[in-house]
């Protein structure tokens, strides 16, 4: 992992994946499910990276960041999806998913970023909108092959940040 970032205690991490090891650390099991995604992004140009937020020397949650135009079809090859992140348990309640969030949205290059939340996750939808996300769609996820569908009245909400319009 290498520092990107660095102030007050506080370090945002970046790691490259491995086939072996696609998160350096992760603070919940890995479903099946995820770990295939994973792995098969590491076959696509432009792989994803993980964005570490360590506290006082402890890593306290972690963000996916990977190259837009592809499971989501409204991003393009300039934008980013945020996602999954997650913050370890014992530290959620202390802002550290919009600390995370923001210093993310500051180190990364990008036209665009894209999160995408379950409706019934209002802690994260919380965050991302604390971040400046704005509501964009709705969409579903399929059950097998967990494809990415724009629908009316979906199960999902789909979250946009132009960074243009926020960062300058």
Known sequence: MITVW???GTRLLKYEPTFMKPLFMDFEPMRLVRRVRLLMELLRPGKYVVYYLEKQRQLVGYCVVTPGGRRLKCSTKN???????????SERGKGYGKELIGLVLRMVDFECAYDWIEKSNLASRKVTEQCGFDAYAELNVSRMLRRLTIVA?????VYRYKKDDRLG
């Open 153 to 157: 009245n979906g199960e999902d909400i």
């Open 6 to 8: 660095e102030g007050n």
């Open 79 to 89: 934008d980013i999806v945020l996602g999954p992140y997650y913050t370890k348990e």
